[in-house]
């Protein structure tokens, strides 16, 4: 629409628009001039352009921006979806390629390792099927503690033999026991602190000192046939320590029935063995000191053994 010089410019609704602007007749003029007529006419033209002015109002629709919010925010939630899908497809595509090279390195290794130690994992799994069984299985045997009668301690070998002489001068079988660099002279053992004061009392012209002495347990990777030999030896060693502490006899037919029951495959336990044959004689004497002697070198062994 084209405005006109007297027009009015109106905006309604977004849309620009003229209205015609009212002159004022002749009558109106002419009334302007007599000055009775002025106020009741001015006050007529007045209502009666207040009646014709159009009252405009203005609506605002929200629907084009509620529109527009909603396009973006499905936007924002279809981007994260998207982004999500996107981390765990990359993801699971950057595992598999890794499990592939590592499993194809894996293969490759095993089959080089299976092909050149073909006879040596045959052993394994002989080994394995006996450990099942109730073969080598990693045993623990129990910790040994009595009193021994000390004669010295000595930084040498040499000097302890020195003093041995003078100790089985006087009937004792001392026996030198060698622990991280130092060498105990040993002339005795009993089950109790007062069973051993009673023998120093005995020899009060030697310088005899009674103390504890204890091995700790010890696990071993051992069959059932040499763990049983073992746990035979250590039971039966206590039974006799209990007897020459008392002033018994040793049982030698217990002994010997240690000797007759060890196990030929066993290289390791073969010097304990040796130690427990070669001291039959100790064993059927009567003498209380030579029979203490024996315990002794036997518990010496015994820890060496434990050791290897």
């Known amino acids: 629409m084209r405005r006109r010089k007297h027009d009015i410019e109106l905006w309604i609704n977004g849309k620009k628009t003229y209205a015609k602007r009212d002159k004022t007749s002749d009558h109106h003029q002419s009334s302007l001039r007599d000055p009775s007529n002025f106020y009741e006419e001015a006050a007529s033209v007045e209502e009666e352009r207040h009646n014709d002015v ?51 390195g894996t293969d490759d290794q095993s089959t080089a390792s299976n092909g050149s130690n073909g006879m040596s994992d045959q052993g394994t799994d002989n080994q394995d099927t006996e450990d099942t069984i109730g073969g080598n299985s990693e045993r623990t045997m129990k910790p040994m503690q009595a009193f021994v009668l000390q004669g010295g301690v000595f930084s040498s070998d ?8 003078s100790f089985r001068d006087s009937g004792f079988s001392p026996v030198i026991w060698e622990r991280d660099g130092t060498f105990y002279l040993f002339l005795g053992v009993t089950q109790t602190k007062q069973q051993g004061s009673a023998i120093t009392e005995a020899y009060s012209d030697h310088d005899i000192y009674v103390k504890e002495w ?22 039966t060693w206590q039974q006799s320590l209990q007897k020459v502490s ?5 049982d030698a037919s217990a002994w010997q029935a240690i000797i007759n029951d060890y196990p030929n495959q066993s290289e390791r336990f073969l010097e304990l063995y040796n130690v427990i044959k070669n001291g039959q004689e100790e064993m059927q004497t009567s003498d209380s000191m030579s029979q203490q002697a024996f315990l002794l070198k036997i518990w010496k062994q015994w820890e060496k053994s434990m050791l290897e």
Not at 158 to 165: D, K, V
Not at 246 to 250: A, D, G, L, M, T
Request: with cysteine.
């Open 54 to 104: 159009p009252v405009y109002s203005r609506t605002y629709s929200g629907h084009r921006f509620m529109k527009k919010s909603r396009y973006f925010g499905h936007f924002q939630l279809r981007s994260i979806v998207i982004a999500v899908f996107s981390a765990v497809a990359i993801g699971l595509c950057l595992g598999f390629i890794m499990l592939f090279i590592m499993g194809g």
């Open 158 to 165: 040499e000097n302890a033999q020195s003093f041995e002489q």
């Open 214 to 235: 204890n091995l700790e347990a010890a696990t071993l990777k051992l069959d059932s046939h040499m763990f049983a030999w073992l746990e035979a030896v250590q039971s």
């Open 246 to 250: 008392e002033k018994n006899v040793i």
